[in-house]
């Protein structure tokens, strides 16, 4: 499947630490978006986006008065009975509080092409079925799912995409009888077996894929593709003869894979008129991120969906929650790989919502991100030990059952629920139930209120045949007030089942609101829940909003809207999402500087991260020794990354500092800089290597900045609207001297202890590299980021001397 705040003081947008010079800051200008597009979205050369017709002036999207953050559900395409006690349909569907739906889930056929079944069957419910109560507009001139979504989009003014791949469908497809066919998918369509990229396989993929998009009226692309990492055992194991083969290329054919789409994507947005836009559904474990290299893709998307779920489950035996916003420092998971006892992970726990938006968050701008939550359950039967369950224990009890993929490292397998326990029956490629926990959030309801449902029939539940399929025992909630994450607890049965609901939605759509980010994505709509009425011979009748018929035992919990509401009702008077990658102002003009990050290790072997930047001079001109770099790197690594090539790179300024990230990462961003040695030029189109050392990891770098001449300067690649500096005038003098022709020149030079930099609260803090101060009659310039006295240490250059 794609998956009340802490007492902690968390920095909120705007008011993150500046990181570049004062001097910059004078001359640095704030960048609107050109044509309406997205701050850092990429544009394919020679081809003109009509993105006004999908995003404001501002670069963000327009989704209509009352939805100025996103909200995505996901519609499954294999809910299309017609018994109303296990269908979703079209007509299901709450209109009014989404702004996106995704259709799950379109496959890669065996001829590489996107497959959804033999079009001319009138069974088929992608574009062949109908059901009663479902409109479909006679004149498009295909049925299914697909008609009725173009229909009712038209009239409620919401985006469809085409979602590509998932769990079952990355490594293959269903034929027609409904049985798996495992032949590659997204693994051999991308990569050869030689690890060379399959050229022609992405072109066919992609010409299908944007064809079937533009001919069913949908607005855009999702690849749900999981996973394209390194680390091995990632993923379907189902998979795995194609995968694990493939592991040290697939980052590599990955991006390959979503330039092309993108860039096709581009060229029928200019002749259709219309933007269509391109997203992914992305994992959140740093686990699986640690082997996606820099995730450097994500310049091709509109907006990136985290699955920030599935972070605990049975496939091994710690008891955990199963989407946590924040890390609470008690992770037995984390606990066991010793996350929170190694020194270089600074306690930074990594499975949990706020840590995985912060890795994105180093390539995007937060309106470009969107967090995932779970309408479903994961659980576990036989726990011991824990709280209620919680940080507990539940192995397998003979672990030569396990399946394959599960249980590794430190783990076990875990004993996953079944029974009642697992209502949605998570099967295996054998067509046998896996133990999961796995319910919609309704049955889950149902369970605390001690409620049988009426439907438990219709999905197999037999108590009579099958104890396990009983109500045994009492399912008692339970909240995690710093993890922000409820569960039900079974003492009887020593059942665990980590559970999402109204309350902690609520909790995360405030963090959304708090940090600008785009919105909210769920999986899936036919897991919120509503209570309903009953009638003198129990069947549901009436919706009740106020749950108190459900309270009183006198209703029942199915699919519903309640979530989704909540959802919405929160965003509605929203402020608008963060716009911009950068945190602070940027240079007004820019140079043609390279820069590339490559010769990732693989897998288990990439620890810690140790690829190779390479920064290659594209200005005309030779940038001189002791010429300064910047960049920008997301907190989701500690504030400790180090080169290995005597550049001395280090991080200039925290974004975080804390010991941990219990409660969530203060701020967005560390800044890093390093000097060429100063016996190193870097003359017109040669390239500077250094080793980088990082110990979790990240999306980006970003925000670079060069100084040339004491001026900063953007590079090219990242603000292409930039006008390009003219460096031939100068571009040497990085080692001080008063550069103004013998005059000492002071005006606008604030006097020590004035400083020119702040902290958040408007302090006299700190100087940044290149900011200016007089002190005892000379003028100083920091080096880098520091806060000790003009003149006093290395960080300084004298300037000049007042006359």
């Known amino acids: ?54 995003y404001d002036q501002d670069g963000r999207e327009k989704m209509g008065a009352d939805h100025p953050r996103r909200v995505i559900g996901y519609f499954t395409s294999w809910r299309s009975g017609n018994d109303p006690q296990s269908s979703y349909l079209v007509k299901d569907i709450p209109w009014d509080s989404l702004t996106h739906i995704n259709y799950a889930f379109v496959s890669i056929g065996s001829d590489g092409k996107v497959n959804i079944g033999d079009v001319n069957n009138p069974d088929n419910p992608a574009v062949g079925k109908e059901w009663p109560g479902v409109e479909i507009d006679p004149t498009l001139g295909f049925k299914g799912h697909f008609g009725a979504l173009a229909t009712a989009k038209a009239q409620h003014g919401v985006k469809t995409l085409i979602s590509i791949g998932g769990w079952a469908e990355t490594g293959g497809h269903f034929d027609d009888n409904g049985n798996r066919v495992a032949d590659g998918g997204f693994y051999t369509m991308t990569t050869n077996a030689d690890g060379s990229i399959n050229h022609q396989g992405i072109q066919t993929f992609a010409d299908s894929a944007v064809a079937m998009m533009r001919q069913y009226k949908f607005d855009g692309l999702d690849i749900d593709y999981e996973y394209p990492t390194s680390m091995q055992g990632a993923g379907n194991p189902d998979d795995f003869a194609y995968s694990d083969a493939m592991r040290p290329h697939l980052m590599k054919s990955y991006h390959e894979l979503m330039k092309v789409l993108r860039e096709k994507l581009d060229q029928a947005s200019a002749q259709d008129g219309h933007h269509y836009m391109l997203t992914i559904a992305a994992p959140s474990s740093g686990y699986l991120l640690r082997g996606m290299e820099t995730m450097s893709v994500t310049k091709y998307l509109d907006y990136v969906n985290i699955m920030s779920y599935d972070l605990h489950g049975a496939w091994n035996d710690y008891v955990g929650h199963n989407a946590s916003l924040f890390d609470s420092g008690l992770d037995a998971e984390l606990e066991a790989g010793n996350v929170y006892g190694t020194a270089q992970y600074k306690k930074t726990g990594y499975l949990n919502t706020d840590w995985a938006y912060h890795y994105f968050r180093g390539s995007m701008p937060a309106g470009r991100i969107n967090i995932g939550v779970p309408y479903y359950t994961r659980g576990w039967q036989g726990v011991t030990g824990g709280t209620n369950g919680l940080w507990g224990k539940a192995a397998l009890p003979n672990q030569s059952d396990c399946p394959t993929g599960t249980g590794a490292g430190t783990s076990n397998c875990g004993y996953g629920a079944i029974g009642i326990d697992n209502m949605w029956h998570d099967k295996d490629a054998n067509g046998n139930e896996m133990g999961a926990g796995s319910n919609p959030m309704w049955h889950a309801m149902n369970l605390a209120n001690g409620v049988y449902g009426s439907y438990t029939a219709a999905y197999g539940l037999d108590p009579v045949n099958d104890p396990q399929d009983a109500l045994t025992g009492t399912y008692t909630r339970h909240y995690d007030s710093v993890s922000v994450a409820p569960w039900l607890w079974n003492a009887d049965k020593k059942v665990f089942l980590s559970t999402e609901d109204k309350e902690s939605i609520n909790t995360k759509a405030d963090y959304v609101i708090e940090q600008g980010i785009g919105g909210i994505m769920f999986w899936e709509l036919a897991g ?35 979530m989704t509401k909540a959802i919405h009702n929160k965003f509605a008077t929203a402020t608008p999402y963060g716009n911009t990658l950068a945190e602070g102002a940027i240079p007004t003009e820019a140079v043609n500087v390279e820069v590339s990050v490559t010769g990732f290790k693989v897998g288990d072997q990439n620890y810690p991260l140790n690829p190779t930047m390479t920064l290659t001079n594209k200005t005309g001109q030779v940038l001189p020794g002791g010429t300064e770099f910047q960049f920008d790197i997301p907190t989701s690594t500690p504030d400790n990354m180090s080169d290995q090539s005597g550049a001395n790179l280090q991080v200039i300024s925290s974004g975080h500092t804390r010991g941990d990230n219990i409660g969530g990462l203060d701020g967005n961003f560390h800044r890093v800089a390093f000097t060429l040695p100063s016996w190193k030029q870097l003359g017109n189109n040669e390239s500077f290597e250094l080793t980088l050392n990082y110990f979790l990891p990240i999306s980006g770098p970003a925000n670079y900045s060069v100084r040339v001449n004491n001026t900063d300067y953007a590079l090219a690649f990242e603000q292409p609207d930039l006008p390009i500096a003219d460096l031939s005038n100068g571009g040497g003098d990085n080692g001080g001297g008063d550069g103004n022709n013998g005059e000492c020149v002071t005006t606008g030079v604030n006097t020590y202890p004035d400083w020119p930099q702040t902290d958040w609260a408007g302090n006299p803090s700190h100087a940044a590299g290149g900011d200016q101060i007089i002190y005892n009659g000379v003028v100083y310039q920091a080096k880098w980021w520091t806060n000790s006295v003009p003149g006093s240490d290395g960080s300084w250059d004298t300037v000049c001397t007042v006359q």
């Open 1 to 54: 499947m794609p998956k009340q705040h802490s007492t902690r003081k968390r920095a909120k947008q705007g008011f993150a630490l500046a990181t570049l010079s004062a001097a910059c800051l004078l001359s640095f200008q704030t960048q609107a978006a050109a044509n309406c597009r997205p701050d850092g979205l990429y544009q394919t050369p020679g081809v003109t986006v009509p993105y006004c017709t999908v």
């Open 528 to 562: 919120d829940y509503s209570c309903y009425n009953l009638d003198a011979n129990g069947n549901r009748t009436t919706v009740d909003p106020t749950e108190n018929a459900c309270k009183t035992g006198n209703g029942e919990y199915h699919m519903g809207d309640t």
